[in-house]
């Protein structure tokens, strides 16, 4: 007791001493004092207060959960498959250079390891920069690949809304030299194909395009320094009402008000091709060329997606910024919208479940020469999805398969253990997926019940009288029938 209040009032001295602002020297002198009694204190109690947990916004993932993100899995392979795509992987970890000066406002939340022999590294962020890393080490200039693997942020996690500081991505990406917008529509049409295979319920895709948003800014007097941040202010819209975006842009960032008001107009419009006309006429902004351009290639985005037939899953939203800083072109956001559910109450709103667009210079500034590879991709929310999905299933009450046994090798009386393990044996080797208890004499009815518990659904039962036959019977667990 004694050593605690001691470390109480050195706490009390550095408290005090920056609050009188103190020697900077002498500060940091008392606070490793303090450390070092918490460590001391922590030493002798680390003997019986063990914490069990995971680390902050990690989770453990059982037999159930692991039925449903493999079934997930599949589905979203399966799709990257149909579409031509083949896989790749890289390590979990980069040279933090690779990942320094990436990823605008969000640098912040990179995990940096301790110095390993000369070599500063961090966690990966995402798998898009590794992938541009890979294109111009490799230079490769033509590729059409997915990667599923977890990536890590040291975010402030919201687990019930599927914020994790661990968690998985999975990405789709095609590289190269194409024409305008194939590609593009090919990764949305792609978003909408997984969502509706996997039965979320309806949403929406918003797509939007950087160039768009940059002319935007330019023709309402946003200085060209100020572009990225405004950028990732108008990015919060979907989150926060527009006059709390618009007082950060003011009163945080010093943008004038009326260039402030002027982006309020456009940020509020969303719609279809009749908006992207309607845009292409407005005085101000078809004078400007980025914004023209990004607005050509929306329209010819759009007769595209027609063409796919998901046009009506699409809305032309310039609100959407995604904070993300290597964007350069199209960029898109699916939002899974609002459901009801049977009980009265509000389900999840789990927001964004994909996202994605167009980064024509990313692999050039690994690049020596600066050769750039341009590229387009999406990011399917597996964790979000998931969460869904696993909230879902525990108000259904539906039973899950953890396992796929097939069939249980069961016997009717005592003393048939090796009958048993000689034909599981026959079974295992024609690849058959099976079971059988680990006990000698297990009664018939333990056989059955391990059956009905864990949804196997044949039972193959050896007994005296079938040996001398030499058959084997069988039965069906749900409907008792014996053949």
Same mark, same amino acid.
């Given at each position: 007791?004694?050593?605690?209040?001691?470390?109480?009032?050195?706490?009390?001295?550095?408290? /005090?001493?920056?609050?009188?602002?103190?020697?900077?020297?002498?500060?940091?002198?008392?606070?490793?004092?303090?450390?070092?009694?918490?460590?001391?204190?922590?030493?002798? +109690?680390? &003997?019986?207060?063990?914490?069990?947990?995971?680390?902050?916004?990690?989770?453990?993932?059982?037999?159930?959960?692991?039925?449903?993100?493999?079934?997930?899995?599949?589905?979203?392979?399966?799709? !990257?498959?149909?579409?031509?795509?083949?896989?790749?992987?890289?390590?979990?970890?980069?040279?933090?250079?690779?990942?320094?000066?990436?990823?605008?406002?969000?640098?912040?939340?990179?995990?940096?390891?301790? @110095?390993?022999?000369?070599? =500063?590294?961090?966690?990966?962020?995402?798998?898009?920069?590794?992938?541009? /890393?890979?294109? *111009?080490?490799?230079?490769?200039?033509?590729?059409?690949?997915?990667?599923?693997?977890?990536?890590?942020?040291?975010?402030?996690?919201?687990?019930?809304?599927?914020?994790?500081?661990?968690?998985?991505?999975?990405? !789709?990406?095609?590289?190269?030299?194409?024409?305008?917008?194939?590609?593009?529509?090919?990764?949305?049409?792609?978003?909408?194909?997984?969502?509706?295979?996997?039965?979320?319920? @309806?949403?929406?895709?918003?797509?939007?395009?950087?160039?768009?948003?940059?002319?935007?800014?330019?023709?309402?007097?946003?200085?060209?320094?100020?572009?990225?941040?405004?950028?990732?202010?108008?990015?919060?819209?979907?989150?926060?009402?527009?006059?709390?975006?618009?007082? +950060?842009?003011?009163?945080?960032?010093?943008?004038?008000?009326?260039?402030? @008001?002027?982006?309020?107009?456009?940020?509020?419009?969303?719609?279809?091709?009749?908006?992207?006309?309607?845009?292409?006429?407005?005085?101000?902004?078809?004078?400007?060329? =980025?914004?023209?351009?990004?607005?050509?290639?929306?329209?010819?985005? !759009?007769?595209?997606?027609?063409? !796919?037939?998901?046009?009506?899953?699409?809305?032309?939203?310039?609100?959407?910024?995604?904070?993300?800083?290597?964007?350069?072109?199209?960029?898109?956001?699916?939002?899974?919208?609002?459901? +009801?559910?049977?009980?009265?109450?509000?389900?999840?709103?789990?927001?964004?479940?994909?996202?994605?667009?167009?980064?024509?210079?990313?692999?050039?500034?690994?690049?020596?020469?600066?050769?750039?590879?341009?590229?387009?991709?999406?990011?399917?929310?597996?964790?979000?999805?998931?969460?869904?999905?696993?909230?879902?299933?525990?108000?259904?009450?539906? &039973?899950? /398969?953890?396992?796929?046994?097939?069939?249980?090798? *069961?016997?009717?009386?005592?003393?048939?253990?090796?009958? /048993?393990?000689?034909?599981?044996?026959?079974?295992?080797?024609?690849?058959?997926?099976?079971?059988?208890?680990?006990?000698?004499?297990?009664?018939?009815?333990?056989?059955?019940?391990?059956?009905? @518990?864990?949804?196997?659904?044949?039972?193959?039962?050896?007994? +005296?009288?079938?040996?001398?036959?030499?058959?084997?019977?069988?039965?069906?667990?749900?409907?008792?029938?014996?053949?």
């Amino acid at each position: 007791m004694a050593e605690e209040a001691a470390v109480r009032e050195q706490a009390e001295v550095v408290r /005090r001493l920056k609050q009188d602002k103190a020697e900077p020297d002498e500060i940091a002198k008392e606070v490793a004092k303090l450390l070092e009694m918490k460590a001391r204190l922590g030493a002798d +109690e680390g &003997k019986h207060k063990f914490v069990l947990k995971t680390p902050k916004g990690t989770r453990d993932y059982g037999p159930k959960q692991m039925a449903i993100r493999e079934r997930v899995f599949s589905a979203i392979i399966a799709c !990257f498959k149909r579409h031509g795509a083949e896989v790749i992987d890289t390590p979990v970890f980069e040279l933090k250079e690779t990942l320094t000066g990436k990823y605008g406002e969000d640098s912040k939340l990179i995990y940096d390891l301790k @110095d390993q022999g000369g070599e =500063l590294l961090s966690l990966r962020y995402d798998l898009t920069v590794p992938f541009a /890393r890979y294109l *111009a080490m490799n230079k490769i200039t033509n590729i059409k690949r997915y990667h599923i693997a977890k990536v890590y942020r040291r975010d402030n996690p919201a687990m019930t809304r599927g914020r994790y500081r661990e968690f998985y991505q999975c990405d !789709f990406d095609i590289a190269g030299q194409f024409d305008p917008m194939i590609p593009d529509a090919e990764c949305l049409k792609i978003v909408s194909e997984i969502l509706s295979d996997l039965q979320l319920g @309806d949403f929406l895709i918003k797509v939007n395009d950087r160039r768009i948003l940059d002319g935007m800014f330019a023709v309402c007097g946003v200085p060209d320094s100020k572009f990225r941040t405004i950028c990732s202010s108008v990015d919060k819209l979907d989150k926060m009402p527009w006059e709390e975006v618009r007082s +950060e842009m003011v009163g945080e960032k010093g943008l004038s008000p009326e260039a402030a @008001d002027r982006i309020g107009e456009y940020v509020q419009l969303h719609g279809g091709m009749d908006l992207i006309e309607k845009l292409l006429q407005d005085p101000k902004l078809s004078q400007n060329k =980025l914004a023209k351009e990004g607005l050509g290639d929306m329209k010819l985005l !759009f007769e595209y997606l027609t063409l !796919f037939g998901i046009v009506g899953k699409i809305s032309f939203d310039l609100s959407l910024a995604r904070g993300l800083d290597y964007y350069t072109g199209v960029i898109y956001e699916a939002v899974l919208l609002q459901q +009801e559910n049977n009980h009265g109450e509000d389900s999840v709103s789990v927001g964004s479940v994909a996202g994605g667009g167009r980064y024509d210079g990313l692999v050039g500034m690994f690049d020596p020469k600066g050769r750039k590879v341009p590229c387009v991709g999406v990011s399917i929310g597996i964790e979000r999805i998931f969460s869904i999905l696993e909230q879902r299933l525990e108000a259904s009450e539906e &039973k899950i /398969r953890t396992t796929e046994t097939q069939v249980l090798v *069961a016997s009717a009386q005592k003393k048939l253990l090796e009958e /048993r393990l000689k034909l599981i044996s026959e079974l295992w080797d024609a690849g058959i997926k099976a079971e059988v208890l680990y006990k000698k004499n297990p009664k018939l009815l333990n056989q059955l019940q391990y059956c009905e @518990d864990t949804g196997i659904p044949l039972v193959a039962i050896v007994g +005296e009288q079938e040996l001398k036959d030499g058959v084997v019977k069988l039965r069906v667990v749900a409907t008792r029938e014996e053949v």
